[in-house]
């Protein structure tokens, strides 16, 4: 008889050999982390796919009305947040997260049944514009939470970048979808199509929740019943008073202004070269297929050797730099060709560089700010610098601006962007070096 003593994981079977050469994953956590792989690809699967219609949506509702429907949106957004703070504070996490996949799932119904009137086709696509809007936001940040709350943080710093490499997969899917069953099924019908992959997702929440609770009682998974975020206005008072986090929501004002151009522009220039509507929402799919791809080689390949190699301040002004060669180049030349490479190439940057390096100025702060401000930051200063932006575009217009000068406006905004992510880098390390965070 051997004297040795073994474990359960000394000889673990091949599909989690397999998945321990890209991740360093003990087998009691195994099956959680895949769960939450599978339900971050099914949330954005079911997300993009749904995004090409928001955008022909835009369209349909008529483009002298984007302006409204971003203002719509942020005040949809402002009504949104707190009503989803007071079901938080007094719902558990068990009910909590599932609800509100329920509640978006049913939604997708009610508008699919709503677009069979063609009657109201023009209000039912701005309303849908609007609700799909605040959606993007809502179901990414209670993700979030859900995976904060379940996982210890040493599991989050083992397991959260394979978890995140799900929804940036599921990006991609939900694009390539789109462009291979709207021209058999029609863009409204993909709505339940979307419906039907947020059900997967929901199923994952599900099985996750019970995951959780078999956890030991000790560790921080076991947590089921507090609040997934702090107040809003919480956020606004700590933002105002500090220099810092003014800046922060500067440069998000600023990146968001620059997105809203290039969106209005993107809806007038496609408008003028397509006629169809089907043909537009493809088109629309392919350059968030396009950009999600881009995504992914620039997050396995990049990112890490220009956060690692270079500090927080030049990856924070990648962009910056980059949006001022673009709008400087769209004013040249405001073609159909220009405005895709530059739409895919500024969002592409956005989503693997920006926002990571974007994150890091919050690893230096207090953890009330790291909840409560950022919310405030990444929800109503984000969805308001859109409503602000759509309106300025208008008002340009009206001026007698063109693609070319709209674009030629943009560049001295871009320069106070890099400007400013020059600052908040400084500013960060310099914190990091002598306050470093709780």
Avoid at 57 to 63: P, S, T
Avoid at 141 to 164: C, N
Avoid at 205 to 226: D, F, I, Y
Wanted: glycine share 8%; aromatic share 12%.
């Amino acid at each position: 008889m051997s004297n040795s003593t073994t474990t359960p994981d000394d000889h673990p079977p091949a599909w989690l050999r397999w998945l321990r050469r890209a991740v360093r994953v003990e087998r009691a956590e195994a099956g959680a982390m895949l769960a939450a792989f599978l339900y971050f690809f099914f949330l954005l699967c079911g997300y993009y796919i749904l995004r090409p219609l928001r955008d022909e949506m835009g369209i349909v509702g008529g483009v002298k009305n984007l302006p409204w429907l971003f203002t719509g949106t942020f005040i949809a957004m402002l009504v949104a947040v707190p009503l989803f703070g007071a079901a938080a504070a007094r719902l558990p996490r068990r009910t909590l997260v599932p609800a509100v996949y329920g509640f978006f799932i049913i939604n997708i119904g009610i508008f699919w049944i709503l677009f069979q009137d063609s009657t109201a086709h023009a209000s039912t696509a701005r309303a849908f514009f609007i609700w799909l809007s605040v959606f993007n936001l809502f179901v990414v940040s209670v993700f979030w939470s859900f995976m904060v709350d379940i996982f210890r943080s040493e599991q989050g710093k083992r397991l959260f970048g394979f978890i995140a490499a799900g929804g940036t997969t599921g990006a991609v899917t939900g694009p390539l979808l789109t462009t291979q069953l709207v021209g058999s099924l029609g863009p409204v019908n993909l709505l339940p199509v979307s419906g039907a992959i947020l059900a997967c997702a929901l199923g994952c929440v599900l099985w996750l929740n019970r995951w959780a609770e078999r956890q030991p009682a000790s560790t921080h998974a076991k947590s089921t019943e507090g609040a997934l975020g702090g107040s809003i206005w919480a956020g606004f008072t700590l933002t105002l008073r500090s220099r810092y986090l003014l800046a922060v929501a500067a440069f998000i004002w600023i990146f968001t202004t620059l997105a809203t151009f290039v969106y209005f522009e993107q809806a007038h220039i496609v408008k003028g070269a397509l006629s169809d509507s089907a043909a537009r929402t493809v088109l629309f799919a392919k350059i968030d297929l396009a950009v999600n791809t881009l995504t992914i080689l620039t997050q396995i390949f990049i990112t890490g050797r220009l956060l690692t190699r270079f500090g927080v301040t030049p990856t924070l002004s990648a962009m910056p730099v980059i949006a001022t060669a673009g709008f400087a180049l769209l004013a040249a030349l405001p073609g159909l060709a220009v405005l895709i490479g530059f739409q895919v190439v500024r969002r592409a940057g956005d989503y693997a560089i920006t926002r990571p390096a974007r994150e890091m100025l919050f690893t230096v702060v207090d953890r009330e700010t790291k909840y409560k401000a950022k919310n405030f930051i990444d929800t109503v200063v984000y969805r308001g610098g859109d409503a602000i932006a759509g309106w300025l575009f208008a008002g340009l217009g009206a001026l007698g601006l063109g693609t070319a000068g709209i674009a030629a406006a943009a560049v001295p905004l871009c320069l106070a962007w890099m400007a400013l992510a020059v600052w908040l880098g400084r500013a960060q390390k310099q914190r990091a070096e002598t306050e470093p965070a709780a």
